[in-house]
């Protein structure tokens, strides 16, 4: 197994389509520079997509720098800014990683653990039987993109899981999916003895200090909450339904996530049981295509020259490095890892396994020594170099779990 390394800086787009990652080599950024390359890198996207508005948030140097865009609404006309609230997507997957991390460093569930250890009704399914870490690495046999449109009650869930026939063995092939990642957080939630939503509420978000980070916006916040656009110029805000919370269902404002990137980046702040899930969220597991695929979203994408970009869809593009090259590489380099990261959600793949015992930790000097890889033109080695080669183990094996 590996353990993926978070970037130097990190810059998030909350509310547009901008999830690409980065990394950045300079420790002071000079804010005229950071605004030009954040200008340059946010105009041009939100004009070929139509983008109403968008918060950019950057972390360099100690120091938070935040960029907004547009308006929250076509109608209303109210201004973007850092406390708006936006819908992540997908981006949530990284938190529902989070809270399973955490149950593990409790010990109140191992990613080892089957399925039907925490929902007896699945005793006897195919399902009953598969990892917990296979459920949240989208290997747990073909589990589709979205459930059917006759899912729409928890009973109607537990039915669907209980009749599911795996079209591959557990823990041989990924295929992207949101009821995978669904079941995990809900299952780690029941390991914890509470709902998803509470625990997310009253218990991780608050841990990472977000103070404007939902799973259910409060009433009075409503007109803080960023509208999304159909290709129609509709209105839109995300559909209700099984299993959204614990897939796509995290509302939050720039300002928080920047402060959740910087304590995945640095998380000596937080308290053991948080660090230690964050450690557990960076494990690499497998590879498939391009990528070391981790815990929900936390994969690495691997650059053309190699370069890793660690985060998954955490963070959005960096800016310029000390060499003095422009913000165009490390944004080109991010936009193609986004591609990349696209075309492997969009199939299925055979997985080539990380080799067991081969675990690629990186602390705090090798952050440092390898800060500015994306943009400043410094490589930083493939994960498999260095004599950390991955295997590859017979398909079928059960990957390394970390405790």
């Known amino acids: 197994m590996k353990t993926l390394a978070p970037t130097r800086l990190a810059a998030l ?27 340059e890198a946010i105009a041009p996207m939100m004009k070929a997509h139509n983008v109403p508005g968008m918060a950019i948030a950057v972390t360099a ?12 609404a076509k109608r209303s006309g109210k201004p973007v800014t850092e406390s708006t609230l936006f819908e992540i997507g997908s981006v949530s997957k990284t938190f529902t990683a989070t809270l399973a991390g955490y149950a593990q460093a409790r010990g109140l569930m191992s990613l080892s653990d089957p399925a039907g250890k925490y929902l007896p009704a699945l005793a006897g399914s195919a399902l009953g039987t598969t990892s917990l870490l296979d459920l949240g690495t989208y290997a747990a046999g073909g589990l589709p993109l979205q459930f059917p449109e006759t899912v729409n009650s928890p009973q109607a869930m537990t039915d669907y899981f209980k009749a599911w026939r795996p079209a591959y063995a557990a823990g041989t ?15 780690a939630a029941r390991s914890l003895g509470e709902p998803f939503d509470d625990l997310m509420e009253k218990t991780l978000f608050p841990a990472f200090g977000l103070k404007r980070t939902y799973i259910r916006v409060p009433k009075p916040l409503m007109a803080d909450y960023a ?6 110029d509709k209105p839109m805000r995300v559909t209700p339904g099984v299993l959204d919370s614990e897939a796509y269902g995290v509302k939050t ?10 304590a995945n980046m640095a998380p000596a702040g937080l308290d053991g049981s948080m660090q230690r899930a964050i450690a557990t969220t960076r494990t690499g597991y497998f590879k498939v295509g391009g990528m070391v695929q981790g815990l929900g979203l936390g994969d690495v994408c691997l ?35 986004a591609r990349q990261q696209d075309r492997v959600d969009q199939r299925v793949w ?12 990186t602390g705090h000097a090798r952050q440092q020594e390898h800060a500015g890889a994306g943009a400043g033109g410094g490589r930083v080695p493939h994960p498999d170099s260095a004599g950390r080669r991955a295997g590859s183990k017979a398909l079928g094996e059960r990957p390394p779990v970390a405790q």
Not at 227 to 232: C, E, H, P
Not at 350 to 361: D, F, S
Request: proline fraction near 3%; aromatic fraction near 10%.
């Open 227 to 232: 509208w999304g656009y159909t290709k129609d």
């Open 350 to 361: 055979r997985i080539r396994r990380v080799r067991a015992g081969k675990a690629h930790r």
């Open 303 to 337: 650059s053309d020259a190699g370069q890793r970009h660690p985060g998954g869809q955490l963070a959005a593009d960096g800016v310029r490095g000390q060499q003095g090259r422009q913000a165009g590489a490390a944004a080109g380099a991010g936009r193609r890892c």
């Open 173 to 187: 092939h990924r295929r992207y999916s949101n009821p995978s990642i669904g079941l995990f957080g809900y299952l």
């Open 61 to 72: 140097g100690g120091k938070q720098y935040f960029f907004n865009y547009g308006v929250t």
């Open 13 to 39: 787009a909350a509310g547009g389509l901008l999830c690409t990652p980065a990394t950045y080599a300079a420790d002071k950024a000079d804010p005229r520079q950071l605004e030009r390359a954040v200008n």
């Open 253 to 262: 404002t720039s300002a928080d996530m920047i402060r959740f990137v910087e």
